[in-house]
């Protein structure tokens, strides 16, 4: 199921992991244990394909689910457990049905607390939630990160019996443990790690905990065949659009309804306009040309704000790591997040456009389809570039990512089109006609619409995501 051949992870000049070797078999209970530092949460993250080796090779099954509890739940907090698990079946293809949802949280003991926010859970509440989610859709490879973290007694005689379970289905199962006495009950087998290397691997009878011999076990062999996974044929896997269409219902449910994001943009945007107004003697009116271009100013300030707080959703509770492992292509959040965003945006610039006519003084006198279009193109062209940049304003490289540095140079020839054809409509004449501009646009759309689909995927994930 999974091979490890002479495996190294380097941290800047410390090496985490060193010359590591072995294989896991189906059917199979692993306990990894070690110190704190050993190198566990490190090789099963790359185990998992979050990381990526500094030498050596990582094999797995083709095509093997993996399942994985990190330290973080990648849970929503402002979403209900039921609301939670219905993003996730979404994107795993499994049943979205209530009461198929209900019947996965009795499995875990929170029937009870389906309709409470998973914001409010306890450490333990929320890491059984966390595997009911797992639990979804059965995995080839289950990789569980410490998952009695915050568990009572009960609720960690319930992870035993679904780690039990998952073995007697074939699945391949790695426990980061530090719990020895109770999980070595139920373990086939010990990897202990020591200063980076496998200290001791073999069977828990033989294992003491502190007390490992000094020799490095001999690498194990590289698997003789592929290992048979089984047969998926029923089940259905959501594509591109599936996963766009999911992340774009979860992100403007948290957005619309719990108030994540949009009351900043909306009031910064309307800052700008009344400051603008303020800016205009008795009796004065700003130019077509100018009042567009005010308004397109508010829209991208506001659009800044926007696809900051949609990234940051998935930042909370590391749900961007979620993302990453679930079966679609990683660039349906791509598509998802931009899909929000535009449709946000659109929202406040149903605000922004009366207010630009009272504050500014202005009149629609122009072909209103004609802006509309503009509107929607350039619209869309923003969106495509606010959601690929997106992806830099997350974990580590939020601090040092200046989102709307980078955003508004490349902006500048959508916002040129966006505002000639606004000021046209304002009844500013325009010899030549809105063609080019609209034209402009389009390009600008298809060159960041093929970007995304291209590149977000290595700035989204990355290395130790």
């Known amino acids: 199921m999974l091979h490890l051949h002479r495996v190294a992870k380097l941290f800047g000049l ?50 093997a689910v993996i399942g994985y509890v990190g330290h973080a739940t990648f849970l929503y907090p402002g979403m209900t457990a039921l609301e939670n698990l219905a993003f996730w079946a979404r994107l795993y293809g499994t049943s979205t049905r209530e ?25 333990g509440m929320a890491q059984r939630l966390n595997l009911a989610r797992v639990l979804m859709r059965p995995a080839d490879l289950l990789l569980l990160d410490e998952p009695g973290t915050g568990l009572d007694a009960s609720s960690r005689a319930l992870l035993r019996e679904q780690m039990r379970a998952a073995r007697d289905r074939g699945a391949c199962v790695i426990v980061v443990s530090h719990d020895y006495a109770d999980d070595s009950a139920v373990a086939d087998r010990v990897v202990a790690l020591r200063n980076g290397v496998i200290a001791y691997d073999g069977p828990p009878s033989g294992y003491t905990p502190g007390a490992l011999p000094e020799e490095t076990p001999p690498e194990s062999p590289a698997p003789a065949t592929a290992t048979e996974l089984p047969d998926r044929e029923g089940e259905s896997v959501p594509g591109l659009f599936g996963m766009a269409l999911a992340v774009a219902r979860k992100d403007l449910l948290l957005t619309l309804t719990r108030g994540s994001g949009l009351v900043q943009a909306l009031l910064l945007g309307l800052l700008l306009l009344f400051v603008f107004s303020l800016a205009q003697g008795v009796g004065e009116r700003l130019s077509p040309q100018n009042a567009a271009a005010v308004f397109w100013l508010s ?71 004609v802006a509309l279009g503009a509107l929607l193109l350039v619209d869309a062209g923003m969106c495509a570039l606010g959601s690929l940049l997106g992806a830099l304003a997350q974990g580590e490289a939020a601090r040092e990512s200046l989102l709307s540095i980078v955003l508004f140079p490349l902006l500048v020839p959508l916002l040129l089109a966006g505002i000639s054809v606004s000021a046209q409509a304002l009844g500013l004449p325009a010899p030549d006609g809105a063609d080019a501009w609209l034209g402009l646009a389009a390009a600008f759309d298809a060159v960041f619409a093929a970007a995304g689909l291209l590149l977000f995927g290595f700035m989204y994930t990355g290395d130790d995501a």
């Open 14 to 63: 410390k090496a985490v992991l060193r010359n590591v070797s072995c294989t896991f078999a189906p059917g199979s209970i692993t306990l990894l244990v070690g110190d704190n530092g050993a190198g566990k949460s490190t090789l099963l993250r790359m185990a998992a394909g979050l990381s990526r080796p500094s030498a050596g090779e990582i094999t797995r099954a083709e095509n």
């Open 99 to 123: 009461k198929d949802l209900l019947a996965l949280l009795d499995q875990v003991g929170l029937a009870a607390h389906a309709h409470e926010r998973a914001g409010v859970f306890s450490r």
């Open 299 to 369: 829209s991208a300030f506001c659009q800044v704000l926007v696809f900051n707080a949609l990234f940051a959703l998935e930042e909370r509770c590391s749900s961007r790591v979620g993302l990453i492992l679930s079966p679609p292509p990683i660039q349906g959040v791509w598509l998802g997040k931009g899909l929000a965003g535009m449709i946000l945006l659109l929202l406040a610039q149903l605000i922004f456009l009366p207010a630009t006519v009272v504050f500014l003084g202005q009149e629609i006198q122009g072909d209103w389809r």
